[in-house]
């Protein structure tokens, strides 16, 4: 079982992201307060869990947690902060929404932008190993499967229901015959060796 906490005397809120390596879409991040004595066996790294599992797992999270949110970092503004300040600045705008007031960050990590005056801690593989952070990673990436399923609706041709706008053989495939969309991170290389891609 994962841990419960870093520190036992602070209010900790366990933050973490998905859709960082993506080439279409944006960056989710999640920040979860779980109370110190919530225990979850089924609790883990959303990348070691199977959808259904993750889905299940999110209501629970979502009602025992003391305080939880998401924030969110467009595509256009990823093509002009870079994915890795667009992760942190979810992360900041997750936390801003929090209506309990954290004492202390688990950043899933090695890096992080200072939020405030708050005293953070990176984790590498933290998701792997504090309860809080590993709901914030499946709060991320659920919220954001739900966006990219509903943009494949729009968008059929690159299968993003499967692949999450990750960078999948089918999807740089589809990149290749149809060209990039309007949700595409023009700042990514979309295929190997492009020299320039423009949507219409």
């Known amino acids: 079982m994962l841990k419960s906490y870093f520190d036992k005397k602070l209010n900790e809120a366990g933050c973490d992201e998905a859709g960082r390596g993506c080439l279409a879409g944006p960056v989710y991040a999640a920040a979860v307060i779980l109370p110190k004595k919530y225990r979850?066996?089924?609790?883990?790294?959303?990348?070691?869990?199977?959808?259904?599992d993750?889905?299940?797992?999110?209501?629970e999270i979502e009602e025992k947690a003391l305080s939880w949110a998401v924030g969110v970092v467009t595509h256009l503004e990823i093509d002009k902060i870079n994915i890795l300040n667009a992760s942190f600045l979810a992360m900041h705008r997750?936390?801003?929404?929090?209506?309990?007031?954290?004492?202390?960050?688990?950043?899933?990590?090695?890096?992080?932008?200072?939020?405030?005056?708050?005293?953070?801690?990176?984790?590498?593989?933290?998701?792997?190993?504090?309860?809080?952070?590993?709901?914030?990673?499946?709060?991320?990436?659920?919220?954001?499967d739900d966006f990219m399923k509903a943009a494949a609706e729009k968008h059929p041709q690159y299968s993003w229901e499967k692949?999450?706008?990750?960078?999948?053989?089918?999807?740089?495939?589809?990149?290749?015959?149809?060209?990039?969309?309007?949700?595409?991170?023009?700042?990514?290389?979309l295929?190997?060796?492009?020299?320039?891609?423009?949507?219409?």
């Open 163 to 189: 692949n999450m706008g990750y960078a999948t053989k089918l999807h740089r495939k589809a990149i290749r015959e149809h060209g990039p969309c309007e949700l595409h991170r023009m700042s990514f290389t």
């Open 191 to 200: 295929l190997p060796g492009q020299l320039n891609l423009t949507f219409d």
């Open 54 to 59: 993750r889905y299940e797992l999110r209501p």
């Open 94 to 144: 997750a936390i801003d929404q929090l209506n309990v007031v954290p004492e202390l960050l688990l950043i899933d990590g090695n890096r992080f932008n200072p939020y405030k005056k708050l005293v953070h801690k990176c984790i590498i593989g933290g998701d792997a190993k504090y309860m809080s952070i590993a709901a914030a990673s499946i709060l991320a990436k659920t919220y954001r």
């Open 40 to 52: 979850n066996k089924w609790l883990d790294d959303s990348k070691k869990l199977s959808d259904k």
